[in-house]
């Protein structure tokens, strides 16, 4: 089955400790992407990457580093979560240059 | 910059009539725009795009209708179900090859039986 996995999906951590929140596709699409949705602002596009090892900024990158060694992975890592990072994250894959999107389940993260 | 903005946070419509959606955007340099539809604990999911140079795409019982001069999309859901029931999305490219997606803040429909 085509889809795109998170983990984890759900996670409550403390101001400061580092965390990763995992993104993997099997549809050998080369864009992935990393959203936050919050109440009232719809979702915002953090990171995105074109290929392996192609990456950079979207419109709310403060705070996180991505990095894409392999095609199918495309982690999220929060070195040092504040409470202003609490939200709803989403990955998205697509191929090439068809603009519709996959995306995850989604991982709610809560930062104390 | 583009912006998107969907006016309405919520709508609430009874069942079998037509549900329309609204949003509006900045830059209308791009070709492409797309409607997601969330449903609660799922991420969001495609539900129907339109190019540029077409002003209306239908789809079933949804039809995304396209005013450039306005910079305005509408998404119009007829007969309205209750598993229309959802958040939707309106995304506009930021740039050529949609690298960046920017999103509407979204409309909560509900769909009363």
């Known amino acids: 089955e085509a889809q795109v996995t998170q983990n984890p999906r759900y996670l409550i951590t403390v101001t400061g400790k580092k965390l990763t929140v995992t993104c993997s596709q099997n549809?050998?699409?080369?864009?992935m992407s990393w959203y936050r949705q919050d109440p009232g602002l719809g979702l915002r596009q953090i990171y995105y990457?074109?290929?392996?090892?192609?990456?950079d900024k979207g419109d709310v990158p403060e705070g996180y580093k991505v990095s894409r060694k392999e095609k199918r992975n495309f982690p999220l890592i929060l070195e040092s979560p504040s409470p202003n990072q609490t939200s709803l994250y989403f990955c998205?894959?697509?191929?090439?240059?068809?603009?519709?999107?996959?995306f995850g389940p989604g991982t709610r993260l809560t930062v104390l | 910059d583009q912006q998107v903005k969907q006016n309405s946070p919520s709508l609430s419509v009874q069942e079998g009539r037509i549900s329309i959606l609204n949003c509006d955007y900045t830059?209308?340099?791009?070709?492409?725009f797309l409607w997601y539809k969330k449903y609660p604990a799922e991420g969001p999911t495609f539900l129907i795009s339109?190019?540029?140079?077409?002003d209306k795409n239908e789809d079933g019982r949804f039809t995304v209708f396209l005013n450039k001069s306005a910079k305005h999309l509408s998404l119009h859901i007829v007969p309205s179900q209750p598993g229309d029931s959802a958040v939707y999305f309106c995304?506009?490219?930021?740039?050529?090859?949609?690298?960046?997606?920017?999103f509407g803040q979204g409309t909560r429909l509900t769909i009363n039986p």
């Open positions: 998205a894959s697509r191929q090439g240059a068809v603009y519709e999107q996959f």
């Open positions: 549809m050998n699409h080369e864009y």
């Open positions: 990457s074109m290929n392996v090892e192609v990456t």
């Open positions: 830059n209308s340099m791009f070709d492409y």
């Open positions: 339109i190019s540029s140079i077409k």
């Open positions: 995304a506009v490219p930021h740039d050529q090859g949609a690298q960046k997606l920017v």
